[in-house]
Structure formats: structure tokens, C-alpha cells
């Protein structure tokens, strides 16, 4: 009987839409309508959702499938701005799941490039509420109560769930992103909407009894750890040198996306020696749950990567952990 053959860090192919705000390069996606192909390798050709309804947990780890099923949990999109982004806001998994049996998602927006006239969008600048956000969200002076944000290159922005965001000037982001197509477009800024951009269904009034109207306060991250959430983590990485990793077989994968440099991930051979599979600025790789130990080695200068993971952590919305215990009162 052949051996089962192990799995192997892969990269993916892009794939690119054009807007008239820019273009949205996705660099690893199993979003259905769009899916990325495997790029090298004995499994090169393949889609990632062909990996997945193959290798199951063996790609995203026990947990997560058992969690996320087969669908793969992340998505990475490299944003080109060169105009405004319609205005847009994602629900949480709760309620995309309860009204479009879909995942929600939360979104780190990491600054590649901030060039002339860039500017970030999030959230309120104040309290508001529906009324007034609908009102401003059709007459397009929303604008005058969207949290502003001048960005630079390095830079990070966690969006939660319920947070109204666009950007606009000249601007290149790294998305990362739990895996949903639950973007809804909420102002275009009377400029119209491309009709593959968003799906028709997800409106305004939609999105009304989701988004959080509160003053919008951006998080800062604390050191490299750029997000660490109930839904995924990701930290920034300056490969200097060679680094060794090893964890059970199995526990959860791992992306890399690659900001700067170049870097490749060494797996050892059974008999000795090592397979090299590298990995470029601009690209975005995997590294199955399967591949329990693994080297990473900086081949450019100045390497950095974001490195990133799914995770699920439910919590009963009744209990706090931090409580003390107390006993009831006699009866």
C-alpha cells in the first residue's frame, strides 16, 4: 500500500478584482466566488477548498475543524487605494449565522504603504445613533462623524464587528480576516457601486440593528502582538535569524504573510535532510496543522512577516471569569 504522502507549506496564486477605488488582490481565499489555487507542489493546481474537503483537520488542525468545518477560517487580501472604498460594515458571527447561515468576521488592516491624501475611516467620532447614521449614510455626510485616522506604513487597525470603515487616498493594505463574503456597503459616496463589489442582498437597513454606534476608540496593539481575539491572533515577526518551531501535530495551522524580504520553511526528512519551500515579499503562505516542526530562515534583508491563526473561544455570556465565587445566602 503507497504511503500516505505528508503535507507541505503551499502558496497560493492571486486573484484580482478591479474597483474604481483600486484593486483587491486576494491572496489566500475560500470565500466560494473566489478561491485561490494552490501554487507549487504535488498538490499545485488544487483550490483550497479542494484541500480542505480532502484533508480536513489535517490542514487547519482538530479544533478548528471541528469548529469551522471545511471551510478554511482566514481570508488575506492586499488592498491597492487609489480613489475612496465605499463605505462598508461586517457582522459578527452570531448574527450572520442566525440570518445568512455564513460566518461573521472581524478584520485587521495592516499599512503597507500611506502615500498623498491617505486617510483610514472607522467608527464614530462620537455617540450617534440609527437614525442619524442612516440620514448621513444616504445624503453622504456620514463623513462628519466617522472616527478619522492619518495612517503610515506599519501601522495596524483592528475592526470589529459592527464598525463602519472605508479608506481612501493613496494607500496599500494587508487584510487579514476571518473567512465571510458579510460585507455590507452602507454610503458610496455618491459615486455608484460596482455590481461585483457587494452583494445586493446586504443594505443599509440591513446592517442598521448591528452596528455599534458608540464612540469608536481604535485598540492599540500591545508590542508585536497586533490582535489577539476570540477569533484569531496575529503578531508581527522581524526574522533576523534562523527560527525554530515545533508544536503538537495537529494543534492548529499557521499563515505568514510576508511584508518585506524573503524567507523560507524548512521541513526535516525522516532520513535526514530537509525539503525548502520559500517564501516571497508580497506572498501569503500556509503551513498546515500537519507540519508540527519547521524552521524559518530570513533569505532577504530586513525580513518581516505577520504571522496568523484562526482560533474559537466561546464563553457563556452569563458567567465572568474574573468574578469571585459566592456562596448563596442560607435559606
Not at 489566500?28 to 483550490?47: C, F, I, K, Q
Not at 458610496?188 to 445586493?200: K, L, Q, R, S
Not at 489577539?228 to 504573510?257: K, N, Q, W
Request: one cysteine or more.
Amino acid at each position: 500500500m503507497e504511503e500516505e504522502k505528508k503535507l507541505y507549506p503551499f502558496t497560493f496564486c492571486s486573484l484580482q478584482d478591479e474597483y474604481p477605488w483600486g484593486t483587491e488582490e486576494f491572496k489566500l481565499a475560500d470565500l466560494g466566488y473566489r478561491d485561490s489555487l494552490v501554487r507549487s507542489g504535488w498538490l499545485g493546481g488544487n483550490s483550497l477548498s479542494e484541500v480542505m474537503d480532502t484533508y480536513l483537520d489535517r490542514v487547519v488542525g482538530e479544533d478548528l475543524y471541528n469548529w469551522y468545518g471545511r471551510q478554511f477560517p482566514l481570508c488575506v487580501r492586499h488592498l491597492h487605494i487609489h480613489g475612496r472604498m465605499p463605505l462598508r460594515v461586517h457582522p459578527d458571527d452570531e448574527t450572520a449565522e442566525q440570518r445568512y447561515d455564513f460566518l461573521g468576521k472581524e478584520k485587521l488592516w495592516y499599512v503597507l504603504r500611506a502615500g498623498k491624501n491617505a486617510r483610514l475611516m472607522a467608527g464614530f467620532r462620537r455617540d450617534t445613533d440609527a437614525s442619524e447614521c442612516y440620514a448621513r449614510c444616504l445624503d453622504g455626510s456620514v463623513e462628519q462623524v466617522l472616527g478619522i485616522i492619518a495612517p503610515h506604513a506599519g501601522q495596524c487597525l483592528y475592526i470589529p464587528a459592527g464598525t463602519p470603515h472605508a479608506a481612501e487616498g493613496d494607500l496599500e493594505i494587508l487584510e487579514i480576516a476571518e473567512s465571510s463574503p458579510m460585507d455590507f456597503c452602507l454610503c458610496d459616496w455618491g459615486e455608484g457601486i460596482h455590481p461585483d463589489e457587494f452583494d445586493p442582498a446586504l443594505t443599509l437597513a440591513d446592517a442598521l440593528d448591528f452596528i455599534n454606534y458608540r464612540h469608536f476608540v481604535a485598540p492599540l496593539p500591545s508590542g508585536e502582538r497586533l490582535i489577539d481575539t476570540a477569533r484569531m491572533r496575529v503578531e508581527r515577526l522581524h526574522l533576523s535569524a534562523p527560527l525554530a518551531i515545533s508544536h503538537e501535530e495537529g494543534a492548529a495551522f499557521v499563515l505568514y504573510c510576508c511584508v518585506h524580504g524573503a524567507a523560507t520553511a524548512q521541513l526535516p526528512l525522516e532520513g535526514g535532510g530537509q525539503l525548502d519551500f520559500p517564501l516571497r515579499e508580497g506572498e501569503v503562505m500556509l503551513v498546515p496543522a500537519e507540519c508540527a516542526s519547521y524552521r524559518l530562515l530570513p533569505t532577504g534583508r530586513d525580513t518581516l512577516l505577520l504571522e496568523a491563526s484562526a482560533r474559537y473561544t466561546e464563553t457563556d455570556p452569563y458567567i465572568n471569569p474574573d468574578a469571585e465565587p459566592v456562596l448563596p445566602e442560607d435559606l
